[in-house]
């Protein structure tokens, strides 16, 4: 007596390696692509350059010229944050101690949250009352009113205080 091989028995198609193949990576790749897209759009394209920068073609300039000055008087500051206000310690160089100081603090991706405060002389450095969000990275900029130096630095995530100093080594 022979016996018949049994049919082989038939799987839902989900089951079936090669339909995943086929259809799930392609359509896997196009949700990638549409989440990048959306990201991207959110984002808005924040540029977290806060320079006036002029393009002409595919060259992009800036004014250096308060960088370099910063260099030469080897200006230097420490910037301590506070649970209710901001400190400007330990600053160093040849400037004037009266003049007024302005501490910008630019979010990395998110323009809106850009922080622009005044500092107020006292008897140990400057300071400005803000409560400032320590969970992500912060680039600072210091500067006076007339804009004539600037030194720079970056506080990191969850850190309480950063140096600045001139964007250009050397010298």
């Not at 323009?111 to 912060?138: K, S």
Request: aromatic content about 6%; proline content about 8%.
């Amino acid at each position: 007596m022979t016996t018949k091989p049994d049919a082989p028995a038939s799987r839902p198609f989900w089951k079936e390696p090669m339909v995943w193949l086929v259809w799930g990576l392609p359509l896997a790749s196009v949700v990638a692509g549409i989440w990048l897209v959306i990201t991207a759009v959110r984002a808005g394209g924040a540029d977290p350059v806060i320079d006036d920068v002029q393009r002409v073609s595919q060259i992009q300039t800036t004014d250096l010229g308060p960088d370099e000055r910063a260099r030469q008087r080897k200006l230097s500051a420490l910037v301590q944050i506070r649970p209710d206000h901001v400190a400007l310690t330990a600053v160093t160089g040849d400037f004037a101690r009266e003049a007024s100081l302005v501490l910008v603090l630019t979010h990395p991706t998110d323009a809106a949250q850009d922080l622009r405060l005044p500092l107020a002389r006292t008897t140990r450095g400057w300071t400005a009352p803000a409560q400032i969000d320590t969970r992500h990275d912060w680039n600072l900029q210091l500067a006076p009113e007339n804009s004539h130096w600037r030194i720079r630095g970056r506080l990191q995530k969850d850190m309480q205080a950063a140096r600045l100093a001139p964007s250009l080594g050397g010298g």
